[in-house]
């Protein structure tokens, strides 16, 4: 593939909700440029960017995947996103090095949720925006409703560019209302251009005005010259249009059929001709805030968005350029490290497959493979240049399964596996709890978390089980107490002796454990003292209850016994750990369960079932307030164990327009109906 000048480069975004077609339609976007000869299936697995085993055996994209489009003297780039919550990772790493989003919606389904959190997204990071309607041609579409639906949702910025030549299965091609022709689709000939036909003329006409309007609100001059009644050629337009697009004011909306190659020629275009390139976008962002100034002309740079383990070519980093121009053999540093990365010979991605090009420009995407100290999100610059780049703020990943190998001595594969998955999704977490030592995998849900398992046993042959997080609870007194602890062995030879009396008070909450020495005259040498306290602290790691940890006692030690030859340290160690356990039995002991903060986001009609739902897993509300775009933020305390599968509770309750975050926040006393249960299951466990 030859280099291309940056101000013919488009990096373009294709977006949405799951099944809207993005993948079909990145395909058929191919396979019109002529890179490919045929138009890949997503449901039958034939597809170039679907190319994982685990996206060809689910029909459906789980990675980020890219490929460059050549279209009449530019390069579009191609960044084909998963539709499903669970991967909203990948998007987040596109809109990174995106300057466009193309937001694919469906002709029968209209706006869907998962449009309206991209849409967000792209809000918040001042991405231009466009909207390709597809499946036009299926039963029951409508492209009216849809553009509806997409004005209710985006406002009055949504500017439809097109009219459907034909309904559902007779859909044939489509009407450009600015040049108020029509343009007929046909296998074998090809595109021909004709004239409206007169039953759509009205309709033409005033979808004409009405969005040649909105066009020209983002220009004084077109304006005047427009209700001056003076004719605006469609160049001009066009050109209105794509400041409107970069300045994130209009959103042009045109239509098609991937399936059918409808309209697809004409979103190229658009892409294009009113679509920005990286010469028109700001810098990308530094980690101190500022941007990129001297971009096209300054020393080389590149951002690296993504790295995937390829099985036969090993680790292959996608970038961007964000600084000046790449070529095979630069040697660049990693901000990160400090290192010197040689980037050898650089290539577009194709999905898989690999295409050598000779020179990335400022703003355009390339990979290159074999960098293994490079993680996502580094920062590559000219040694005589630092530029660090800043990572966009990861995602808090909100469900966990406890992992662990299948196979004795598969430790290192484990560790090596759950590297590189990390590694390829910042979005995936690994952690370890040194309380119920398990393995965490943390993952944005619970498809997201079994497709990782699936890639790590296929790519690193690891066999994997899972199981629940264990929850951490925490054994406490509620009472004062008193015990002797008295050790006492005798064997023949040198005897073990030692006595220590504790008292033992509850402390408030939080407060954990204190050691108080009370000893006087000598009942126990001062040197044993040390002795007692490890003992007791030892003896807290198993409360009587169930084999949690004790917290929120202080013992005090007051009194003892010594024996001049038999009492050394481990005696009098015995003798705590002795005197914990009979005080704790005394204190009357309860359950703690861990207690978190829970932060819910819910449009307004939903608040009532979110609210009650968090009531019935013993949540206690903490307040509500309205937030703008029609939503209330719930604030909540709930137990901790109520919550492993909330992700994706809230889901289905929402039908995904729900989202929160959780926080440790304090341990509390669990009612006793449920204590018996998890004693019961804990000497079940010992058994």
Same mark, same amino acid.
């Given at each position: 593939m030859k280099a291309y000048p940056s101000d013919r480069i488009r990096n373009v975004l294709l977006a949405g909700h799951g099944g809207t077609g993005k993948t079909t339609l990145a395909e058929a976007l191919l396979n019109l440029s002529g890179r490919t000869n045929r138009v890949g299936r997503v449901e039958d697995g034939t597809t170039v960017l679907d190319f994982e085993d685990e996206e060809k055996q689910k029909g459906f994209s789980v990675s980020l995947a890219t490929a460059p489009v050549e279209w009449e003297g530019y390069k579009v780039n191609l960044l084909d996103a998963p539709g499903y919550a669970d991967f909203i990772g990948e998007v987040q790493a596109a809109m990174s090095v995106a300057d466009l989003v193309v937001l694919v919606v469906g002709a029968v389904e209209g706006v869907e949720v998962q449009h309206e959190i991209i849409w967000q997204m792209a809000a918040d990071l001042d991405l231009p925006r466009m909207v390709f309607v597809n499946k036009v041609d299926r039963e029951r579409a409508s492209v009216a409703q849809t553009v509806e639906s997409l004005t209710d949702a985006f406002g009055s910025g949504i500017a439809p560019l097109h009219l459907p030549l034909g309904e559902e299965h007779d859909f044939a091609g489509v009407i450009d209302i600015l040049a108020n022709t029509a343009l007929r689709y046909d296998d074998d000939a090809g595109v021909s251009e004709e004239a409206v036909p007169d039953e759509l003329a009205a309709a033409a006409q005033e979808a004409n005005t009405r969005t040649i309007e909105a066009i020209i609100e983002t220009d004084e001059a077109l304006m005047e010259r427009y209700f001056g009644d003076e004719e605006i050629d469609t160049k001009e337009l066009l050109g209105a249009l794509g400041k409107g697009v970069a300045a994130g004011e209009t959103f042009p909306v045109v239509i098609g059929s991937a399936t059918r190659r409808i309209g697809l020629d004409r979103l190229l275009q658009l892409v294009c001709e009113a679509g920005p390139s990286p010469l028109d976008r700001p810098g990308m962002p530094t980690t101190d805030g500022a941007r990129v100034e001297d971009g096209p002309g300054g020393a080389p740079a590149a951002y690296v968005y993504k790295n995937y383990a390829d099985p036969?070519?090993?680790?292959?980093?996608?970038?961007?350029?964000?600084?000046?121009?790449?070529?095979?053999?630069?040697?660049?540093?990693?901000?990160?490290?400090?290192?010197?990365?040689?980037?050898?010979?650089? +290539?577009?991605?194709?999905?898989?497959?690999?295409?050598?090009?000779?020179? +990335?420009?400022?703003?355009?995407?390339?990979?290159?493979a074999k960098l293994p100290d490079v993680q996502t999100g580094d920062s590559l610059a000219d040694k005589s240049a630092p530029l660090e780049l800043a990572r966009p703020v990861p995602l808090e990943p909100v469900y966990a399964v406890a992992i662990a190998c299948k196979t004795k001595g598969d430790e290192d594969k484990l560790a090596n596996a759950t590297h590189r998955a990390v590694e390829e999704d910042p979005a995936i977490r690994i952690e370890r709890n040194p309380e119920t030592h398990q393995t965490l995998l943390w993952g944005m849900g619970e498809t997201h978390v079994q497709i990782t398992l699936e890639r790590m046993h296929r790519k690193f042959g690891v066999e994997i089980e899972t199981a629940e997080p264990q929850v951490a609870y925490r054994e406490t007194a509620t009472t004062a107490s008193e015990f002797e602890g008295k050790h006492k062995k005798q064997s023949g030879g040198r005897g073990q002796f030692g006595v220590a009396h504790v008292r033992l008070e509850p402390l408030p909450r939080g407060e954990g454990y204190e050691f108080?020495?009370?000893?006087?005259?000598?009942?126990?040498?001062?040197? +044993?003292?040390?002795?007692?306290?490890k003992g007791i602290q030892e003896a807290m790691a198993r409360g009587p209850l169930a084999g949690f940890p004790v917290v929120d006692v202080r013992l005090i030690v007051d009194d003892g016994k010594a024996h001049s030859v038999d009492s050394d340290e481990h005696s009098f160690k015995m003798a705590g750990s002795l005197a914990l356990r009979g005080a704790m039995a005394a204190g009357h002991p309860v359950l703690l369960e861990p207690i978190g903060r829970i932060e819910v986001l819910v449009p307004d009609a939903l608040a009532g079932d979110v609210t009650g739902d968090l009531n019935s897993r013993r949540g206690r509300l903490q307040g509500m307030e309205s937030v703008p775009g029609g939503r209330q933020l719930i604030r909540a305390m709930v137990p901790m164990a109520e919550v492993h599968r909330y992700s994706i509770d809230l889901r289905s309750m929402t039908s995904g327009r729900g989202s929160f975050s959780l926080t440790f926040d304090h341990y509390d006393e669990i009612p006793p109906h449920l204590t018996d249960k998890i004693v019961a299951a804990a000497k079940e466990d010992d058994a």
């Amino acid at each position: 593939m030859k280099a291309y000048p940056s101000d013919r480069i488009r990096n373009v975004l294709l977006a949405g909700h799951g099944g809207t077609g993005k993948t079909t339609l990145a395909e058929a976007l191919l396979n019109l440029s002529g890179r490919t000869n045929r138009v890949g299936r997503v449901e039958d697995g034939t597809t170039v960017l679907d190319f994982e085993d685990e996206e060809k055996q689910k029909g459906f994209s789980v990675s980020l995947a890219t490929a460059p489009v050549e279209w009449e003297g530019y390069k579009v780039n191609l960044l084909d996103a998963p539709g499903y919550a669970d991967f909203i990772g990948e998007v987040q790493a596109a809109m990174s090095v995106a300057d466009l989003v193309v937001l694919v919606v469906g002709a029968v389904e209209g706006v869907e949720v998962q449009h309206e959190i991209i849409w967000q997204m792209a809000a918040d990071l001042d991405l231009p925006r466009m909207v390709f309607v597809n499946k036009v041609d299926r039963e029951r579409a409508s492209v009216a409703q849809t553009v509806e639906s997409l004005t209710d949702a985006f406002g009055s910025g949504i500017a439809p560019l097109h009219l459907p030549l034909g309904e559902e299965h007779d859909f044939a091609g489509v009407i450009d209302i600015l040049a108020n022709t029509a343009l007929r689709y046909d296998d074998d000939a090809g595109v021909s251009e004709e004239a409206v036909p007169d039953e759509l003329a009205a309709a033409a006409q005033e979808a004409n005005t009405r969005t040649i309007e909105a066009i020209i609100e983002t220009d004084e001059a077109l304006m005047e010259r427009y209700f001056g009644d003076e004719e605006i050629d469609t160049k001009e337009l066009l050109g209105a249009l794509g400041k409107g697009v970069a300045a994130g004011e209009t959103f042009p909306v045109v239509i098609g059929s991937a399936t059918r190659r409808i309209g697809l020629d004409r979103l190229l275009q658009l892409v294009c001709e009113a679509g920005p390139s990286p010469l028109d976008r700001p810098g990308m962002p530094t980690t101190d805030g500022a941007r990129v100034e001297d971009g096209p002309g300054g020393a080389p740079a590149a951002y690296v968005y993504k790295n995937y383990a390829d099985p036969f070519v090993g680790q292959i980093s996608y970038f961007r350029v964000a600084r000046g121009s790449v070529r095979p053999d630069i040697h660049l540093m990693n901000q990160r490290t400090g290192h010197d990365e040689r980037l050898h010979q650089l +290539f577009a991605l194709v999905g898989k497959d690999h295409e050598s090009v000779p020179e +990335f420009a400022y703003g355009d995407l390339g990979a290159v493979a074999k960098l293994p100290d490079v993680q996502t999100g580094d920062s590559l610059a000219d040694k005589s240049a630092p530029l660090e780049l800043a990572r966009p703020v990861p995602l808090e990943p909100v469900y966990a399964v406890a992992i662990a190998c299948k196979t004795k001595g598969d430790e290192d594969k484990l560790a090596n596996a759950t590297h590189r998955a990390v590694e390829e999704d910042p979005a995936i977490r690994i952690e370890r709890n040194p309380e119920t030592h398990q393995t965490l995998l943390w993952g944005m849900g619970e498809t997201h978390v079994q497709i990782t398992l699936e890639r790590m046993h296929r790519k690193f042959g690891v066999e994997i089980e899972t199981a629940e997080p264990q929850v951490a609870y925490r054994e406490t007194a509620t009472t004062a107490s008193e015990f002797e602890g008295k050790h006492k062995k005798q064997s023949g030879g040198r005897g073990q002796f030692g006595v220590a009396h504790v008292r033992l008070e509850p402390l408030p909450r939080g407060e954990g454990y204190e050691f108080v020495d009370k000893v006087v005259g000598g009942s126990i040498p001062r040197q +044993f003292i040390p002795a007692v306290d490890k003992g007791i602290q030892e003896a807290m790691a198993r409360g009587p209850l169930a084999g949690f940890p004790v917290v929120d006692v202080r013992l005090i030690v007051d009194d003892g016994k010594a024996h001049s030859v038999d009492s050394d340290e481990h005696s009098f160690k015995m003798a705590g750990s002795l005197a914990l356990r009979g005080a704790m039995a005394a204190g009357h002991p309860v359950l703690l369960e861990p207690i978190g903060r829970i932060e819910v986001l819910v449009p307004d009609a939903l608040a009532g079932d979110v609210t009650g739902d968090l009531n019935s897993r013993r949540g206690r509300l903490q307040g509500m307030e309205s937030v703008p775009g029609g939503r209330q933020l719930i604030r909540a305390m709930v137990p901790m164990a109520e919550v492993h599968r909330y992700s994706i509770d809230l889901r289905s309750m929402t039908s995904g327009r729900g989202s929160f975050s959780l926080t440790f926040d304090h341990y509390d006393e669990i009612p006793p109906h449920l204590t018996d249960k998890i004693v019961a299951a804990a000497k079940e466990d010992d058994a």
